[in-house]
């Protein structure tokens, strides 16, 4: 998926790697496209689906909420192997929000919007924000890390 | 690509990628051009889906509403246990078939 | 348990057992052991967990919402091993029940009740009702049944 | 039986029965002695607890509302993996150490 505009980059780390890129919804896909390679080939035991799911809810609520679609404006990108865990880092330039009240709303079964947070929340082993609001770090199980 | 066939009355729809982010749109205006033709049966096949994430979700709620509203219905097939488990967390299992 | 004015009676059927009992809470023990009786008895690979709660929350809101925990009325439990599923169903002699509604309530994290039909959705393969609301059959997943 | 114990302001909690059906409203009376009481910093600790249904969490979460009014706070900890998922699951993770 080479998009012309996309800027974006990403570079290992100890247990993981990092990526970096400005607003843009081709930079979700990137991201999502890095971690399915590196899931392919680290054997995690990690459930895929929940993976793919937890990472483009994260990096969409960090582009289009905290950043608002703002090219100017980047998202920060960590996975790390921890043992028997996954950590999922996802870091936006935008103002933050009270977290607090809106993991706490209520689900509503028939809104077109609102499911994001309930997502990572009921996919992950759990999902907590910085006191900001602009720092998600989400834990996933996953067997097969000895790390 | 989505794929538009009819049977018994009901239009099936059976979208060739996976629903997330805002390329779900393709799959709303197909669905709410149907319904102003009057094909307001829709089951949604998602043989060819491999992820949904919640602006997938929503599209498929927002056009189940519309169609209800015009007396018709929307149903979902998949034999996906990740999308099964994914619509019964949100409280939606009632749309499968 | 030997409860002395429980009126309950159990008995074997093809891949399962069948219960009945006089509304009570004791009748929602002793259901719930002759489940786990029959789970260590026959391998299904299902989960022990997610079983015991929804034969919980069937049990308590037949007895509570549908009989109204009027002991004149009887509560109806069928376990069923099929191919790779268990077919759990619990009847009783209450009104119904208009369950379309109430099955897209909102799940409210911070409300005192309410959370029984989450539950079994969200834990369960499928869990639906016959068109009175005083029927509920829920499917869970049980790799192991070969049945 | 409910075991209590102070540790550093806090006062742990833990029953020793599963949080189900009406043997909740123990858990919840004694929760209740101790905000009366004044201490309002509760850890329930659910190390003999095999199972809690929509009860055990409806008794939870009034216990924490309670707490909160008063100043205090209420924290579930425990190492079952069932019972963490309930709590996801419920959007409820929050509530967990
Ligand atoms: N990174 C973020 N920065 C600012 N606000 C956020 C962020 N993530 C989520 N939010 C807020 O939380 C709300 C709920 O998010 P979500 O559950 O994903 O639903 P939706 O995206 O459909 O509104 C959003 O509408 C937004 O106000
Ligand atoms: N078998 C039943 N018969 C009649 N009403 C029922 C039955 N099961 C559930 N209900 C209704 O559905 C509502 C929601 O049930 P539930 O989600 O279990 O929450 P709660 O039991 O805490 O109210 C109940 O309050 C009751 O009105």
Redesign the interface.
Known sequence: MAKNNLEASCEPCENGFKCRFRSS?DG??FVEERVQVWLSANRTGA?A??I??IV??AL?NAVFHGNRNDPAKEVFFTLEAEPHLLRIQVEDQGQGFNW?DK??A????????G??L??L????????YNEKGNVLTVLIDAEGVQA | MIEIEEQQGQTIVRPGFDLVSHRVVELRDTILDLAAQGRQKVILDLVRVTLIDSMGVGVVVACLKTLKQRGGDLKVTTDNEDIIRLFNLLKLGYILI
């Open positions: 919804e979700i896909d459930d689906f929940s793919r799911l483009r809810e969409t607090r993991v706490l209520p689900l509503e079964p028939t809104a077109k919007r499911r994001g309930t997502i929340q009921t996919f992950s082993r759990s999902a907590r």
